[in-house]
């Protein structure tokens, strides 16, 4: 009989039993560990690629497109974590908003509640996108998570800015349905193509990386 089948076995068992080794979860843990920062500087990243739009300044970026795709891969817990850094970051002035901005005054002012909800989203698009059995969804179902990330954003971010403008004392006021024109229609083709792309670059990327992340 010729012994090399059972070698092979052998080996494809020893490599099954080396999954688990404590170096490869170190590995592990230290990948989960990196990927906080790590999309915390695309969506910084992201940010600094605007376009304001009249007539509030409300700019046109790619940071949702990194916010999806933190939602995506990264699950709820790390993608939470990430969106918390970014916005720490922000906060005590790091220049990691868009076009360069930083500090408190942004978090609360017109565009806050966007940037809420890049905080909030995170467990949308993962609940969208996986099955019972942790299988991933397919192409179509991660578009659909993308426009639903994209909505709570939205959800969030438009009422925000019509408050802001609403608030006794402010230099503007501003109807509901101004509001919702300027806030959020504008908006509505950057959604569907980042909605796409993200779809895209997750149904590419997803299969080898959430056996790491998740």
Sequence with gaps: MNPRPNRLLKLASDSDVGIHTPSVEIDRALLRLLSIPLFAMFTAM????????????????????????AAMTLGPKLGGASMLLYLVMGAIGVGVFAEG?????????????YLL????CQPLAHLLIKKRDGSI??????????????????TLGVPWLWWIHNLEGSQSTLT??????????????????KSALAAFIAAWILPSVARKLW
């Design 46 to 69: 992201g940010a600094q690629i605007a376009v304001p739009t009249p007539p509030f300044g409300i700019p046109v970026t790619l940071q949702t497109l990194a916010v999806l795709l």
């Design 101 to 113: 901005e930083a500090g408190w005054a942004i978090i609360v002012g017109q565009t806050g509640g």
């Design 117 to 120: 909800g890049f905080l909030l």
């Design 137 to 154: 969804r397919g192409w179509l179902a991660l578009f659909a998570a993308g426009l639903a990330v994209h909505m709570l954003i939205f």
């Design 176 to 193: 509901i349905e101004r509001a919702v024109h300027y806030g959020f229609v504008v908006f509505i083709p950057g959604m569907l193509i």
